[in-house]
């Protein structure tokens, strides 16, 4: 066989795992080069060389082609020149040579993908819908050629053939293969920062103290406006709501700094006199309150007061006002007025010191709407108070809000307060106030009997006026009772002792005071978590107990074992709230004492023989295991440590837990 002449056509470079070629070894290739040097010999033109490959472009069209890389046709098209080796001849893998693992074979092929599939192998991790039928007898094992590919501008006779690159290849250059997209690691989650003491104080206020005292906006609508930054005393209130979240929250020393900073906030030379100042020193005013600084809470209020009436808080006119169009901002005007005005009465109904002054107070402003209207921005038509005390004599049906049935409860609390000193049991003013009470309670509608709302949970505006009702029975009858109260006059955390002395016989006041206590007591039983609610609900249990350790120091008391459930009940409540409230810590020592003590005596009394008489020996032993389970209980040591009676307990160091 005859070399190759010096016209002949170059073939293609040696196949490597970058580039393609045709091995010279193939039968057809020899034939081809040995009829073109016999024409040239003989002086005849020479026909065209024969190409050993075409490239897929020519194939598809059935073209001839040049052979070269690439090929003129797809010089002209501008288009890609990709090339696949020939099978003519082929019969299988050479004998004798070194078995190479890198080494794909032709007769292998890679396994189909789908083109949903994902392969790491795939060359641009997918493919092009096939536009022609792919050919039969070739290896689909494609490589690029070395120079730089161009976009497609036709559709590839081969589009949908996948494209596989070598795993055991070294490592490209990726500016040399257009088709090969470079993976990107997904970057790792990013992890939100760690929420500051601040921000924390400001989520516990909306989660524990906001539905105790709803008058702040919500808190999407608050957020919102402190955005805009176009309200100056919005940070007045939001270093109160700071102050106010750090009793829930493990707050340490920030605790005094956020008190601090808010009273300063309100008096500052800078600070205007306006709804939003309002806000921020009731909300101070509830938190001192209920941390023992009843004196410090009573200056505030009295300036709080005076600042609302002289803003005209108490008018009808000023929430639309100063709402800014807005109807959220504008319920929430309402809200603080009468707020302050709950706050006051109870106040003063719970420490008997102040004179519940808002109730002398002329006011006309609209009643607030249903709390889940309120909160997610939906305010209805404002009704007014002459249209709940029309009601029952009107013919509209109207439904009214819990707030507002909260605000009748503490309207009558302020009757209440203004009713002369009583000195006879029989007096009829007695019998007005309880007409209030009761009247109050009969024209319930069937949704506000129960402080659940349609969605099974607690309704607090209801919960709130219930308890302010049976605080106000508690207030009214107990003086006329026969509950002496001497055994209970170290429990003034709240209120001093009010002395009621003793009597032969139970009348109808000691049977109204017995059972607003039991009722107060089953409250706590809601299943909610206790430190949601207002503070003042310390203060109503406390006054709960004094009546039940009252009657529990009697000689002989019937159904003496739930009564002392009850007590339990009182005294697991106010051990709850004191991780909160510094004066429920107080009021639960105290109580805790008195309890104590009477159970002492209790069994000294037992040692007499005459205690027993009436007694079987299964009562005997049934009372004593239940004294033995109780006195443990009692004698627990909580947050304040060991009391005795009359020793009034506080908070070594505050420790509260959300």
């Not at 074979?105 to 192998?121: D, I, L, R, T, W």
């Not at 009748?408 to 007409?435: E, K, T, W, Y």
């Not at 009348?507 to 609610?533: G, W, Y």
């Not at 120091?553 to 409540?573: M, P, S």
């Amino acid at each position: 066989m005859e070399s190759y002449s010096a016209g002949a056509p170059q073939m293609p470079a040696a196949p490597t795992n970058d580039s393609l070629s045709v091995s010279s070894d193939s039968p057809g290739t020899a034939t081809s080069v040995s009829s073109a040097t016999t024409d040239a010999r003989l002086g005849q033109p020479a026909a065209p060389p024969s190409v050993p490959a075409a490239c897929l472009a020519c194939r598809g069209k059935h073209l001839k082609c040049d052979g070269n890389t690439p090929c003129s046709r797809c010089t002209a098209a501008n288009t890609e020149c990709l090339y696949v080796p020939s099978r003519r001849g082929y019969k299988g893998p050479r004998r004798g040579t070194a078995h190479n693992p890198n080494k794909r074979h032709a007769s292998s092929s890679p396994p189909y993908v789908g083109p949903n599939e994902s392969c790491p192998m795939l060359l641009g991790h997918g493919g092009v819908p096939l536009a022609a039928p792919a050919l039969a007898g070739f290896n689909p094992g494609i490589v690029l050629p070395d120079q730089s590919p161009v976009s497609y501008t036709t559709p590839s006779p081969l589009a949908n053939v996948p494209l596989y690159r070598n795993p055991f290849a070294p490592a490209m250059d990726p500016n040399a293969l257009a088709l090969t997209t470079t993976t990107t690691p997904a970057p790792p989650p990013v992890q939100p920062p760690a929420p500051t003491l601040a921000e924390r104080c400001f989520d516990a206020f909306y989660h524990f103290f906001h539905a105790g005292h709803p008058f702040v906006l919500p808190k999407e609508y608050f957020i919102r406006m402190l955005k805009e930054g176009t309200t100056p005393n919005l940070n007045v209130v939001m270093a109160a709501m700071r102050y106010i979240g750090s009793l829930y929250v493990d707050a340490g020393p920030a605790r005094a700094t956020y008190l601090d900073e808010a009273i300063r906030l309100c008096y500052q030379p800078g600070t205007t006199k306006d709804g939003f100042l309002i806000q921020a020193l009731l909300l101070v005013i509830v938190g001192l309150d209920g941390q023992c600084n009843q004196g410090r809470a009573r200056e505030l209020l009295a300036d709080c007061e005076r600042f609302a009436i002289e803003i005209d808080l108490n008018k009808r006119e000023f929430a639309t006002l100063h709402g800014r169009g807005n109807p959220v901002l504008e319920e929430s005007w309402r809200r603080t007025w009468w707020d302050l005005y709950v706050c006051d009465g109870m106040i003063a109904g719970v420490h008997r010191v102040t004179k519940f002054l808002l109730f002398d107070i002329q006011a006309d402003v609209g009643l607030p709407c249903e709390e889940q209207q309120y909160l997610s921005g939906r305010i209805p038509q404002t009704l007014y108070m002459e249209d709940f005390d029309d009601q029952t004599f009107s013919d509209e049906d109207r439904e009214f809000s819990s707030f507002t049935y909260r605000i009748a409860a503490a309207r009558n609390l302020g009757r209440m307060m203004r009713m002369p000193p009583v000195m006879f049991p029989d007096d009829q003013l007695i019998d007005r106030v309880q007409s209030l009470l009761t009247n109050w309670r009969i024209h319930l509608p069937d949704s506000k009997r129960d402080d659940l709302n349609k969605n099974c949970q607690l309704d607090e505006m209801m919960f709130q006026a219930h308890f302010i009702t049976h605080a106000c029975t508690i207030m009214l009858h107990q003086p006329l009772s026969q509950l002496d109260t001497s055994p209970v006059q170290a429990v003034n955390s709240c209120a001093p002792h009010r002395p009621v002395p003793t009597g032969d016989a139970f009348n109808a006041h000691t049977r109204h005071t017995l059972t607003a206590a039991s009722e107060i007591s089953k409250m706590i039983t809601q299943p909610v978590l206790i430190t949601r609610h207002t503070h003042f609900f310390t203060c109503v249990i406390t006054l709960s107990s004094i009546v039940h350790l009252s009657r529990w120091a009697l000689y002989f008391v019937d159904d003496e074992e739930h009564l002392r459930q009850q007590i339990r009940l009182n005294i697991g409540a106010l051990n709850k709230l004191s991780k909160v409230w510094k004066a429920a810590d107080t009021a639960w020592g105290q109580v805790r004492g008195v309890a104590q003590e009477i159970y002492r005596e209790k069994k000294a009394q037992q040692i007499s023989p005459a205690f027993w008489v009436g007694f079987t020996q299964e009562q005997m032993m049934s009372s004593i295991r239940a004294d033995e389970g109780i006195m443990s209980e009692f004698s627990q040591v909580g947050v304040g440590g060991g009391v005795g009676v009359g020793v009034v307990v506080g908070i070594g160091g505050e420790v509260s837990r959300g």
